[in-house]
């Protein structure tokens, strides 16, 4: 990454027949495929750290070696003659010997396996395999398939044992939860206990296992390889925009692979992006639209539905809100945006909170992080529950020996809720250690993680303090709460120009997209509201509050485009037909009856907003792994509304004094009405949980795990608490979802102990 | 076991990593559990060393000397590897057998006595290296075994 | 029985010094003086001209291991001595007699090793079954602390918990690094990236006890003990049918035949010498024909075996040379570690074969398996524990082809039951006895 590398040395390497000149340092495995020749491998991955060399599976011979290589342990030398089962009757030998090694205690039962047809163990037995089994003794046999969470299964006698699995656990995801037990012959994965492996990452290993020995409790025999068919698309379960491909089967969606874009994912995905699609087939799915009578919501016919939605709109014509989902692609939010602004003059929304382009000018890929020297994270929320993906990048940075600086309430920095902005301040002040070895770097990225900020902005005048514009190795970025809030906001923008008027009496609010839809603020505003049209995907989320409401699709139902938090615009694919019309098709026929020509498809809808956005970069241009947009000019983004508050100074560290603490809510990964549709999801969301400083635990004789009351006036919840030695002293941290109604103050109370204290009293 | 978490702490300090610390936090742990290895003491471990319980049990599960399940009171281990047998380890083993009521391999039914056979234990020349709670006894035979069982009963009692 | 010069057990009149007060009236911690006051890399000379070589196994020159360790100006992390006391190869128990009869002898060579190559750590992985030696050494440790010897060294003593693998030396740095002892690839090599990837020399304890005799006597006069290519003493571990076993300090080339009749007392019970294992149960087995053998590292190669650990196991006429390997090869399997494919499973089907030979249940075709899956494990596993079942097995097969032959022939063990193997168990966890077909690990 850093610009100052030099150009890397070649050396010269011979693989059977074939010469090659690579760059120092390069393994052998890459190296023979750079000439076209395969070394075959089981538990060699380069993603999962430095080579383990345990499954023999790569022997090669190597001229001037007596024995056989590990050819994966090995780099390149000058001169090295290598050779391969190819040529070599010596290393083919010692392949076959290593496939009838693992073939001895392999139960072969590809027929009723899932990965049969796409199994690496398949595959190479077949090219280099033993013909016949000299092995006439009792295989070891084991528990199968056995579960390691509600969405992964374990069949111990397919595993080879090539520990990717608990290697990805300790080595990427740093989780420690999958691991090997026992020694030798007996050794096997397992969790501890009979606990699921609960990681936000968990499922990457089912992709890693070279064998069906990890299986996807969701796939499990639903389909085999050569029925179905993969469908390139992005992920917009959050700003990441991991790059997947959804298997399709008999027109629906059976599981959600990695198509690994290197600069965005590496090949992770997290379990949110992999394991939602079955929301698409929930119960309460909107496949008609419904409008309000006399027994609540009724099915009506679309020339109903959009005769209605045209009344609405006429009679609300100069009185109508729009409150927009950051889920929406870009072009969706930009066919709304003709309709609403350009022919409605309805030009105030309720936008996602959307990335400040002044960051345009520190971009970098993503990938940039691990190679960073100093990263600085900065804001409320944990990098994870806002973009997985990021955390792995911060990981990896750290085991390659950088810096990583956290500000934040459970940070390496603790720091009080709110904080983020005065610490920019500080460092862009630059008197500390800190920011001296910021403005030195070559390789520094800033993070910031939260709400508040200007969404980025305030990260960008750091940024700009520090002199970024000017080293391409550093750069920043902003982990927006949703994922194409940016997109949404810029097609929003561009759709027609027209002066934002504050709408006293609301006539309709128009809400578009289960975000929106599952607002409170939004929810709040359509209490004022003489009308609501809601466009979503679930009557859970429609009952109750709407007069009209129309059928959404889902992302994998979609064409389109999606700005991730680079700022990279990637193209998402229709992977499966959505069971209702596209909201392009109906949007243009509504648009029509106001005089506005809208093309009933993405492409159409695309090819006018990029003339606005994006240069009329072409969709085709896009490609299958999106292209990061060159840095932007630095341009200061408008300064902060109001000059942010002082966070709040902790409770006296009184003994006695027992003061209030700041509720810290903070959105979880895995929440929100998809998530919600997958039970098998259900262990992974948080439990209902109170993290509190030991010494505010302390002060109210709780202990983790004891049941705790938060109040603030009016209103209570009960929860069990956990210490977090980590969490700054005089925050109270919830998952929002268990938070209810309380305020930004709470009082927290061990349920217990006032128990007895009541008891005395009486 | 707030104790046990400070004593592995200590530990932890002689090493420049402290995860160096987890073979003998298992086997501080395993002496104040009684012999064995339950899965709170391995919680204990990991909270101690900020590691997973499933780290610690991948470690534990790993070497031969810490135990997953529940021993006797007393731990007999007779060693059959090559020069031991060749010297009679057999007989020693099936005296055992015979005094202690219970196959090798097994807990006697009172959980006084569990008997094993263990690999080489480092006493080749001084064959029959018996481990009784991990202390040796050199030069066993099947004849010394009445006496040594006696004694450890007596020990009990 | 004639005498031999003593250098490990010198001063000891065959008992133990305890007493750090009694080792320095004997002249200890001379040594110690002397190296200090040269320059680590004066001292790495005087081992090169002793011609030691690794006592562990390996038989690796000690002087070349420690010059390979980069100097503190090359690379600036700090530097680790790693002993390697965790004794576990079978027939071999030498390292826990010097420690019990020496462990300042072998202390002191800790600290001249550590100057040597510029460290101020040491680690003595000690294996966990040895618990009076670690008793015995922590006690010396303190003396020496006490007697402020230690010349700001830290030395650790860090117990293994039972797994003969962690005498491999990177499982052992792994094992010390708090991880399952699996080896590690190589290259690296612990000189360059050892303990926490940091430069590491891994060394037996004979090794380094012989260290402090080499900087006493000097490396010239060392060298003339023994033989060229293997100079010095060997304390020689004699176990098996063997009237007087033990661990007796030798020089090296010396016979196998003054090895169990001159010093050992022969085969007792008036029995035939059937076969002598030279160098632990790793090592390839030898005959009585081979008896006139010297006990060096190249006299051992020429008889197609090796000197390893010098664990010399003496095996009479009323031994089954099937059972033997089912015996062996069973240790093996116990102790593989499980990471790479051609151990974990090779050692186990190992068994099984040599299983059904000895049950009287095996063909002809079943022979040729044994030998076919010995060679397919042979050279192609991550460490060399793999290697060592096969070779070890391949061996008993190449000397005693007749006695296998007869399983076969037979149908039967041509022992009747009489062997002096017959029934032994292995560890109860993963094998039921011979006569029934092997148990099926379970988790
Ligand atoms: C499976 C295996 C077990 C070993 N066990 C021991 C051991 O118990 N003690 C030992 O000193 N070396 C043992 N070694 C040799 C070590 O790997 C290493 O070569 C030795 O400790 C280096 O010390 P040295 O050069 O002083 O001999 C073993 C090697 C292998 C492959
Ligand atoms: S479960 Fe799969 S990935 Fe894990 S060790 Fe076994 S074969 Fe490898
Ligand atoms: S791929 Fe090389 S050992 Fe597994």
């Keep these: 990454m850093s610009a100052s590398s030099p150009a890397p040395e070649l050396v010269t390497v011979t693989f059977d027949d074939r010469t090659v000149s690579v760059p120092r340092g390069t393994g052998l495995v890459e190296a023979a495929a750079s000439a076209g020749i395969e070394i075959p491998v089981f538990c060699y991955e380069p993603r999962l750290g430095p080579p383990l060399g345990a499954c023999r599976m790569c022997l090669v011979e190597i001229e001037g070696m007596p024995k056989l290589q590990a050819g994966c342990t090995l780099t390149v030398q000058e001169g090295m003659v290598v050779r391969t089962a190819a040529t070599s009757a010596k290393a083919a030998e010692g392949q076959e010997a290593t496939l009838e090694f693992i073939l001895v205690n392999h139960p072969l039962d590809c027929p009723v396996c899932d990965k049969g047809g796409e199994c690496p163990l398949q595959d190479l037995t077949f090219r280099y395999g033993p013909g016949r089994t000299r092995m006439s003794f009792s295989k070891l046999t084991l528990d199968k398939p056995i579960p390691v969470s509600p969405l992964i299964a374990l069949d111990r006698e397919r595993c080879i044992l090539c520990y990717r699995c608990t290697r990805f656990s300790e080595e990427v995801a740093e989780d420690g939860l999958l691991v090997a037990r026992n020694r030798g012959a007996r050794t096997e994965?397992?969790?501890?206990?009979?606990?699921?492996?609960?990681?936000?990452?968990?499922?990457?290993?089912?992709?890693?296992?070279?064998?069906?020995?990890?299986?996807?409790?969701?796939?499990?025999?639903?389909?085999?390889?050569?029925?179905?068919?993969?469908?390139?698309?992005?992920?917009?379960?959050?700003?990441?925009?991991?790059?997947?491909?959804?298997?399709?089967?008999?027109?629906?969606?059976?599981?959600?692979?990695?198509?690994?874009?290197?600069?965005?994912?590496?090949?992770?995905?997290?379990?949110?992006?992999?394991?939602?699609?079955?929301?698409?087939?929930?119960?309460?799915?909107?496949?008609?639209?419904?409008?309000?009578?006399?027994?609540?919501?009724?099915?009506?016919?679309?020339?109903?539905?959009?005769?209605?939605?045209?009344?609405?709109?006429?009679?609300?014509?100069?009185?109508?809100?729009?409150?927009?989902?950051?889920?929406?692609?870009?072009?969706?939010?930009?066919?709304?945006?003709?309709?609403?602004?350009?022919?409605?003059?309805?030009?105030?929304?309720?936008?996602?909170?959307?990335?400040?382009?002044?960051?345009?000018?520190?971009?970098?890929?993503?990938?940039?992080?691990?190679?960073?020297?100093?990263?600085?994270?900065?804001?409320?929320?944990?990098?994870?529950?806002?973009?997985?993906?990021?955390?792995?990048?911060?990981?990896?940075?750290?085991?390659?020996?950088?810096?990583?600086?956290?500000?934040?309430?459970?940070?390496?920095?603790?720091?009080?809720?709110?904080?983020?902005?005065?610490?920019?301040?500080?460092?862009?002040?630059?008197?500390?250690?800190?920011?001296?070895?910021?403005?030195?770097?070559?390789?520094?990225?800033?993070?910031?993680?939260?709400?508040?900020?200007?969404?980025?902005?305030?990260?960008?005048?750091?940024?700009?303090?520090?002199?970024?514009?000017?080293?391409?190795?550093?750069?920043?970025?902003?982990?927006?709460?949703?994922?194409?809030?940016?997109?949404?906001?810029?097609?929003?923008?561009?759709?027609?120009?027209?002066?934002?008027?504050?709408?006293?009496?609301?006539?309709?609010?128009?809400?578009?997209?289960?975000?929106?839809?599952?607002?409170?603020?939004?929810?709040?505003?359509?209490?004022?509201?003489?009308?609501?049209?809601?466009?979503?995907?679930?009557?859970?989320?429609?009952?109750?509050?709407?007069?009209?409401?129309?059928?959404?699709?889902?992302?994998?139902?979609?064409?389109?485009?999606?700005?991730?938090?680079?700022?990279?615009?990637?193209?998402?694919?229709?992977?499966?037909?959505?069971?209702?019309?596209?909201?392009?098709?109906?949007?243009?026929?509504?648009?029509?009856?106001?005089?506005?020509?809208?093309?009933?498809?993405?492409?159409?809808?695309?090819?006018?907003?990029?003339?606005?956005?994006?240069?009329?970069?072409?969709?085709?241009?896009?490609?299958?792994?999106?292209?990061?947009?060159?840095?932007?000019?630095?341009?200061?983004?408008?300064?902060?509304?109001?000059?942010?508050?002082?966070?709040?100074?902790?409770?006296?560290?009184?003994?006695?004094?027992?003061?209030?603490?700041?509720?810290?809510?903070?959105?979880?990964?895995?929440?929100?009405?998809?998530?919600?549709?997958?039970?098998?999801?259900?262990?992974?969301?948080?439990?209902?949980?109170?993290?509190?400083?030991?010494?505010?635990?302390?002060?109210?004789?709780?202990?983790?795990?004891?049941?705790?009351?938060?109040?603030?006036?009016?209103?209570s919840v009960e929860l069990r608490a956990r210490v977090n030695g980590r969490l700054v002293p005089g925050v109270a941290r919830i998952a929002d979802e268990h938070a209810g109604e309380l305020h930004a103050t709470i009082e927290v109370t061990a349920l217990a102990l006032r128990g007895a204290v009541r008891e005395a009293d009486e | 076991m707030n104790a046990l978490a400070e004593e592995i702490r200590k530990l932890s300090g002689q090493y420049p990593e402290r995860r160096s610390a987890i073979l003998p936090a298992l086997r501080l742990a395993q002496e104040r559990h009684g012999g064995w290895l339950p899965p709170e003491a391995l919680r204990e471990v990991a909270d101690a060393l900020e590691l997973t319980p499933a780290v610690c049990l991948s470690v534990a599960s790993f070497y031969d000397q810490l135990h997953l399940e529940p021993p006797g009171r007393h731990l007999v281990e007779v060693c059959t590897n090559v020069s031991c047998a060749l010297t009679g380890a057999q007989q020693v083993v099936e005296a055992f057998e015979r005094e202690l009521g219970t196959p090798a391999g097994t807990t006697s039914v009172d959980g006084a006595f569990t008997l094993g056979t263990v690999e080489c234990l480092g006493g080749c020349g001084w064959a029959t290296v018996v481990a009784i709670d991990n202390r040796h006894r050199l030069r066993v035979r099947a004849e010394d075994v009445p006496e040594i069982v006696e004694e450890l009963r007596a020990g009990d009692a | 029985m004639p005498e031999y010069p003593q250098l490990v057990f010198a001063g000891t009149d065959g008992g133990a010094v305890l007493s750090l007060a009694e080792y320095e009236a004997r002249g200890g911690l001379t040594a110690l003086r002397k190296a200090r006051a040269m320059e680590p890399d004066a001292v790495i000379a005087e081992l090169e001209a002793s011609g030691l070589r690794g006592r562990g196994g390996a038989f690796f020159p000690t002087g070349r291991k420690w010059a390979f360790v980069p100097k503190p100006d090359q690379l600036a992390k700090p530097h680790y001595l790693v002993v390697n006391a965790d004794e576990s190869e079978p027939g071999t128990f030498k390292d826990r007699e010097i420690i019990l009869r020496v462990p300042f002898r072998f202390l002191e060579g800790c600290l001249i090793a550590a100057h040597a190559i510029s460290s101020q750590h040491v680690f003595v992985y000690i294996r966990g079954e040895y618990e009076r030696e670690f008793e015995v050494l922590r006690d010396a440790l303190d003396q020496l602390r006490r007697g402020g010897h230690l010349g700001g060294v830290t030395v650790v003593l860090h117990r293994g918990a039972g797994a003969y693998i962690c005498g491999e030396e990177t499982a052992l740095l792994e094992s010390l690094e708090g991880k399952r002892g699996q080896p590690r690839t190589k290259p690296p090599f612990p000189a360059v990236a050892g303990l926490y990837a940091a430069p590491t020399a891994v060394n037996n304890v004979e090794s380094i006890t012989t260290v402090t005799c080499v900087l006493e006597l000097g490396g010239a006069e060392y060298a003339k003990l023994g033989t060229p290519g293997s100079s010095g003493t060997r304390v020689f571990s004699l176990s098996g049918n063997v009237a007087n076993p033990g661990n007796y300090e030798l020089p090296h080339g010396i016979s196998l035949r003054e090895l169990i009749y001159d010093v050992g007392g022969g085969v007792p019970g008036g029995r035939e010498l059937k076969a002598v294992i030279p160098g632990g149960s790793s090592t390839p087995i030898l005959t009585a024909a081979d008896i006139d053998t010297p006990l060096d590292f190249d006299s051992l190669v020429q008889a197609g075996s090796s000197i390893g650990s010098a664990g010399v196991i003496v095996i009479d006429d009323r031994c089954c040379l099937v059972q033997l390997g089912i015996r062996v090869s069973q240790f093996y399997e116990h102790e593989s570690c499980g990471k790479c494919t051609p151990c974990r499973v090779g050692t186990r089907w190992l068994t099984q074969i040599l299983q059904k030979i000895e049950d009287g249940r095996a063909s002809q075709a079943d022979l040729d398996l044994l030998l076919s899956v010995c060679d397919r494990i042979l050279g192609k596993c991550l460490c060399p524990l793999g290697d060592s079942d096969a070779i070890a097995v391949a061996s008993y097969v190449a000397k005693f082809r007749d006695e296998f032959q007869a399983h076969v022939d037979l149908g039967r063990c041509p022992f009747g039951g009489v062997s002096s193997l017959e029934g032994i168990l292995a560890p109860a966890a993963l094998h039921g006895r011979h006569t029934h077909a092997p148990e099926v690990a379970r988790a």
């Design chain 1, 189 to 715: 994965i397992a969790t501890f206990e009979d606990e699921p492996y609960r990681s936000p990452f968990s499922g990457n290993v089912i992709e890693l296992c070279p064998v069906g020995a990890l299986t996807s409790t969701l796939y499990r025999f639903e389909a085999r390889p050569w029925e179905i068919q993969d469908v390139p698309t992005v992920c917009t379960a959050c700003p990441v925009g991991c790059n997947v491909s959804a298997t399709i089967r008999e027109g629906k969606v059976k599981r959600i692979l990695s198509r690994n874009h290197p600069e965005i994912d590496r090949g992770w995905l997290c379990d949110k992006g992999r394991f939602t699609y079955p929301h698409l087939r929930a119960e309460d799915r909107i496949t008609a639209p419904l409008r309000r009578g006399r027994k609540g919501l009724e099915e009506v016919s679309w020339d109903e539905a959009l005769d209605l939605a045209e009344a609405l709109l006429r009679e609300a014509r100069g009185s109508i809100v729009t409150a927009l989902s950051g889920s929406e692609t870009t072009e969706l939010a930009y066919a709304l945006a003709r309709l609403l602004r350009g022919g409605l003059d309805a030009h105030s929304a309720l936008l996602p909170e959307a990335t400040s382009s002044a960051l345009d000018a520190f971009r970098l890929p993503l990938s940039a992080i691990a190679s960073a020297e100093l990263v600085v994270v900065l804001g409320d929320d944990p990098v994870v529950e806002r973009a997985p993906i990021v955390d792995l990048w911060l990981k990896e940075a750290r085991r390659r020996g950088a810096e990583v600086v956290v500000y934040s309430p459970s940070g390496t920095v603790p720091t009080p809720p709110g904080g983020g902005a005065a610490v920019c301040a500080e460092l862009a002040a630059g008197r500390s250690a800190l920011a001296r070895r910021l403005r030195a770097s070559e390789r520094a990225v800033l993070v910031w993680s939260g709400p508040g900020g200007g969404g980025g902005a305030r990260l960008a005048e750091l940024a700009h303090a520090l002199g970024f514009e000017d080293r391409p190795g550093c750069g920043a970025f902003h982990l927006p709460a949703t994922p194409n809030g940016k997109g949404v906001a810029l097609a929003w923008a561009a759709a027609a120009d027209g002066e934002e008027v504050e709408v006293e009496h609301v006539k309709l609010l128009v809400v578009s997209g289960d975000d929106a839809a599952a607002s409170p603020d939004v929810r709040a505003l359509a209490e004022r509201a003489d009308a609501v049209l809601v466009v979503t995907m679930f009557h859970g989320l429609a009952g109750g509050w709407a007069d009209l409401v129309l059928p959404a699709t889902g992302a994998l139902e979609r064409d389109g485009t999606a700005m991730n938090l680079e700022g990279r615009v990637q193209r998402l694919r229709r992977a499966v037909p959505p069971p209702c019309p596209d909201e392009l098709v109906w949007l243009s026929q509504l648009s029509a009856r106001f005089g506005i020509d809208l093309p009933p498809h993405a492409a159409g809808v695309y090819a006018e907003l990029a003339a606005h956005l994006f240069r009329d970069l072409p969709l085709e241009a896009i490609g299958l792994r999106a292209p990061l947009p060159a840095r932007q000019p630095y341009e200061a983004p408008p300064p902060p509304a109001a000059v942010p508050a002082a966070p709040a100074p902790a409770p006296a560290a009184d003994e006695h004094f027992v003061g209030e603490l700041r509720l810290l809510r903070y959105r979880p990964l895995f929440s929100g009405p998809a998530v919600e549709r997958v039970p098998e999801l259900g262990f992974q969301r948080p439990p209902r949980e109170l993290e509190l400083a030991p010494r505010d635990a302390e002060r109210r004789g709780i202990a983790t795990g004891d049941p705790v009351l938060a109040r603030s006036n009016g209103t």
